[in-house]
């Protein structure tokens, strides 16, 4: 008999959380605060467009995610493109991305070049992350590409990605980052990377109709207040003032909330939660009638812009209008993340018409800022060994959220499949 399983968070790892309970045969209820599944990946409505809050792209190397298609059949629906990287330094626009592309660069010795390259090439061919965890990145970085080469392509990305947290970063975490997008390249010169048809939403909502259609619940606008403990096991949850019993529960909201929602762990449980430290993301998403570059990602290193980069996300999937993705990941407690919408706004206007002279107000048709507050946790060196087991000491509890698939960097594929294995791991174990 299928067991009654809570699972919190809909968000691409709650999903897959659920979506596997019902495979085997389970009854999940997946409790989601907002009024859309899909966490970070949801999307909204830009003017008549509906589109992420929050850039989202795929990698050949996606296999969770593919699989996932495949079992729906989706996978027609997902298209592969051949897209462009560049890089703004110096007030010059430059190609970037391949060996060509590197060597051509204007503004490095080639001594820093070779350097970057080989440890680029290098990263992408180790297999074995675990001599690097416990090293911390910034060192690692400078150590192998040398100081010029940190300067020109590395120190703004750690400065405004990262902030004060940039120095304590574990080296396997960016080594993962640098791996991935290494490894989506289908030759030395050309990178693929891919989109689905109808964006996130094609596969998060037929991923909702599927377990709602197989036995499970999906109840949106509803935000778990406590999951209730009792006698070192796990009772129900209440919700909207209501207690529901329930055999077993999978969290997987962003591990900042737990000590809140489950406030009767023990407390050196609850310090380790307390403990993690994330960033927070100020997205602005610009909607215009012509492009800005010929790029899907834009690496910048420029004194008067505070970003490390945009997303000029319409160059991988075809849109109505020109989409642009322009993130300021900046700690929740810094004065910055409590600027006015406007401010991010403004800069991102005056960022985008600096690079593209070209363009003037009139071709702004819209812009909108989307706040997360715990959008990227921080791996320092050791990370995996910082966090509390994934099944807790409380019998039928399990918390996890992206933290958990260190040293993969957050994204869908890895999402579903660390919410697909919970799930096979709680259901294989004692009621």
Known sequence: MGQRVAVLGAGPMG????????????????FEAGERVGG?????????????????????????????????????????????????????????????????????SFTAKFRYGLHAFLCTKRKDWRPLDNIEASGWIRRWVGQEAWEVLWRRLFDFKFYGYGGNLSAAWIWSRIRRIGNSRYSLFKEKLGYLEGGSDTLLNSMKAYIESNGGEVRLDSAVNKVVLGDGAVLGVEVAGQFESFDKVISTVPLPYVSKLIPDLPADIIGQFEALKNIAVVCVV????????????????????????????????????????????????????????????????????????????????????SRYRFAQPICEPGHLSKLPPVSLPVKGLWVADTSYYYPEDR?????????????????SSEV
């Open 15 to 30: 999903l897959a959380t659920a979506y596997q309970l019902v495979r085997d045969g389970h009854h999940p209820v997946l």
């Open 40 to 108: 970070m990946a949801a999307s909204f409505d830009f003017s008549g467009l509906e589109i992420e809050r929050y850039y989202h792209f795929h990698c050949i190397s996606d296999h969770a995610f593919l699989n996932v298609l495949n079992e729906l059949d989706l996978s027609e629906r997902m298209q592969w493109v051949e897209t462009k990287m560049g890089y703004w330094f110096e007030n010059r626009l430059q190609p970037w991305g391949n060996p060509l592309a590197l060597l051509k660069f204007r503004g490095l």
């Open 286 to 369: 610009a909607k215009l009638s012509k492009p800005v570059t010929e790029n899907f990602w834009l690496n910048i290193n420029d004194p008067d812009m505070d970003i490390p980069g945009l997303v000029e996300y319409s160059n991988l999937r075809p849109l109505s209008s020109h989409i642009v993705y322009v993130p300021f990941y900046v700690p929740g407690e810094h004065p910055l993340f409590l600027e006015p919408d406007q401010n991010f706004l403004d800069k991102v206007r005056k960022y985008i018409k600096k690079i593209n002279p070209s363009l003037r107000d009139e071709d702004f048709i819209d812009l909108r800022a």
């Open 411 to 427: 994204g869908i594929s890895e999402s579903i499949d660390f919410g697909r294995t919970i799930a096979r791991n709680v259901t």
